[in-house]
């Protein structure tokens, strides 16, 4: 059962316990640092961890842009979990007197304290063949594609938080991840200019699609409700009916 909703004094402050993963690639041993911060209730994680840098660690480094999930660039696990920040309300995660664990993402190597290398993320996507169409270019639309799907899958921001929740991505380096197999089955769905061939053989592999584990924890996680676990298996049963098809069509060959 949820907590019952509460009320706060807008001059009301909290104290909150910030234990933070520190890691420097000339110490090269990562640990974590507390600090005491005064926040209200209603501010973020993120306005946390930038009133840390301001008044007590200028060597902490985390990623913040936007502050409004648009960006997706602050992405880090709060408590454990995938999260940004810079929209997590510290009443959210904690009470008074209370701790916030923050960690970088999983499954993306560090480069320092809370930020990560999402290079190899960024490539799965160009693999992918995802594309960005500018605003002045007019889109060709199929008479029976859905826009709602479309828009869903260009509601990614490229955060990397499915990447970081997935457990298949944390034991397989070489797989795609559900961001990619996502703009794959979207590419395919609204080539725009895209050979869906090219999209479905790159999918259809050992480290493509079938990887997946089904855990559903990438679309948990999703801060934009993208849902790639859908569309993975959605790309899945798109390949399967082919190869199905090929295979009817084979044995009907063979007959004749």
């Known amino acids: ?135 002045s270019e007019p889109i060709e639309r199929d008479e029976h594609e859905s826009s709602n799907v479309h828009t869903r899958f260009e509601n990614c921001i490229e955060c990397g938080l499915c990447v970081s929740a997935c457990p298949v991505s944390g034991t397989d380096g070489l797989y795609f991840g559900p961001a990619a197999l996502a703009a794959s089955w979207r590419m395919i769905q609204e080539p725009r200019g895209v050979d869906p061939l090219s999209v479905r053989s790159n999918a259809d592999q050992e480290h493509g699609c079938w990887r997946c584990h089904v855990a559903f924890e990438c679309s948990e996680v999703c801060p934009s409700n993208v849902d790639p676990a859908a569309a993975i298996m959605a790309l899945r049963q798109d390949l399967l009916k082919r190869k199905l098809l090929r295979l009817f069509q084979r044995g009907d060959h063979d007959r004749a």
Not at 28 to 38: A, L, M, Q, R, T
Not at 45 to 57: C, H, M, N, S, T
Not at 92 to 110: A, K, M, S
Not at 120 to 131: P, V
């Open 1 to 135: 059962m949820s907590d019952p909703v509460m009320a706060f004094d807008g001059n009301e402050l909290w104290t909150i316990h910030y234990r933070v993963f520190r890691y420097k690639r000339s110490s090269g041993k990562p640990h974590y640092d507390k600090f005491n911060v005064e926040i209200a209730p209603h501010e973020t994680v993120l306005d946390g961890l930038e009133k840390i840098w301001a008044f007590q660690d200028r060597s902490l480094t985390f990623r913040h842009a936007c502050h409004h999930a648009s960006c997706g660039s602050c992405g880090i696990r709060v408590n454990g979990v995938e999260k940004l920040p810079c929209i997590v309300p510290i009443r959210e995660v904690t009470r008074d007197g209370g701790t916030v664990l923050c960690e970088p993402l999983r499954n993306f190597p560090l480069v320092s304290d809370l930020v990560v290398d999402l290079g190899q993320f960024y490539r799965r996507l160009e693999e992918a063949h995802f594309q960005i169409i500018r605003s």
